[in-house]
């Protein structure tokens, strides 16, 4: 089964062209021109991945990549002619996987869908590490990707599961703010590191006491002992 890629651009040129570029590769692909479209099939059905402008008439990109992010986890690409690494940040922040600046080259967008792509294979498929792993009460089910903390199951995003994914299976290690970038990110990344503070804000918002310390001045470690 092909996997389905949304376009939503208000330009009709570039939505053309990408999606041209992306039945090339295989890919299914529908396009719109406006937000306020794509949230009425959003409400219906997730596509397996988004790829948003910011500036559409009506509801802007910010917006969609919020409301697509509150019901799933499928992978946002934004991509915008704002080049300020604050809107980099925001669409970061409000849950985007990448973030093309315009003009960009169609050849660029596609190989960050496939990267994209790639990263979200099953992992169990990899012969790589134990199905579990356990640091004090917090317990993660590799294999379906399932975090558990004091026993109880917690909802956590996908790039939320890879950062404390690799701070378990390194517990007491201190990986700084870059590594976890490119760790998460890939390292194809370029932005703020202050997506890894969020991240780890995140984390602590959903799992009280889990030791996930800040190791000041460099990045964050997952200690041995749990936080009293």
């Known amino acids: 089964m092909r996997q389905h890629i949304?376009?939503?651009?208000?330009?009709?040129?570039?939505?053309?062209?990408?999606?041209?570029?992306?039945?090339?590769?295989?890919?299914?692909?529908?396009?719109?021109?406006?937000?306020?479209?794509?949230?009425?099939?959003?409400?219906?059905?997730?596509?397996?991945?988004?790829?948003?402008?910011?500036?559409?008439?009506?509801?802007?990109?910010?917006?969609?990549?919020?409301?697509?992010?509150?019901?799933?986890?499928?992978?946002?690409?934004i991509i915008s002619a704002k080049d300020e690494e604050v809107d980099k940040i925001l669409g970061l922040e409000l849950g985007s996987d990448d973030y093309l600046t315009k003009p960009f080259s169609p050849r660029e967008l596609v190989a960050r869908v496939k990267r994209l792509f790639r990263r979200l294979q099953p992992l169990e498929t990899k012969s790589i590490q134990a199905a579990t792993i356990e640091v004090g009460s917090l317990v993660i089910n590799h294999?379906?990707?399932?975090?558990?903390?004091?026993?109880?199951?917690?909802?956590?995003?996908?790039?939320?599961?890879?950062?404390?994914?690799?701070?378990?299976?390194?517990?007491?290690?201190?990986?700084?703010?870059?590594?976890?970038?490119?760790?998460?990110w890939g390292d194809d990344y370029f932005g703020s590191d202050r997506a890894v503070d969020d991240l780890v804000k995140r984390l602590r918002k959903k799992m009280d006491g889990v030791p996930l310390e800040t190791v000041w001045g460099y990045g964050y470690r997952l200690r041995q002992e749990e936080a009293t």
């Open 6 to 77: 949304f376009i939503v651009e208000d330009d009709p040129n570039i939505r053309e062209i990408v999606k041209a570029y992306l039945v090339k590769e295989g890919y299914e692909v529908s396009v719109v021109g406006d937000a306020e479209s794509a949230w009425a099939y959003a409400e219906k059905q997730q596509p397996d991945m988004w790829i948003l402008d910011i500036m559409l008439p009506g509801m802007d990109g910010y917006e969609l990549c919020k409301r697509i992010r509150q019901t799933s986890e499928v992978p946002i690409i």
């Open 143 to 184: 294999n379906e990707r399932r975090v558990f903390w004091h026993g109880n199951e917690v909802d956590v995003t996908s790039k939320e599961y890879d950062l404390i994914y690799h701070l378990v299976r390194n517990e007491n290690r201190a990986f700084s703010r870059e590594e976890l970038l490119t760790l998460v």
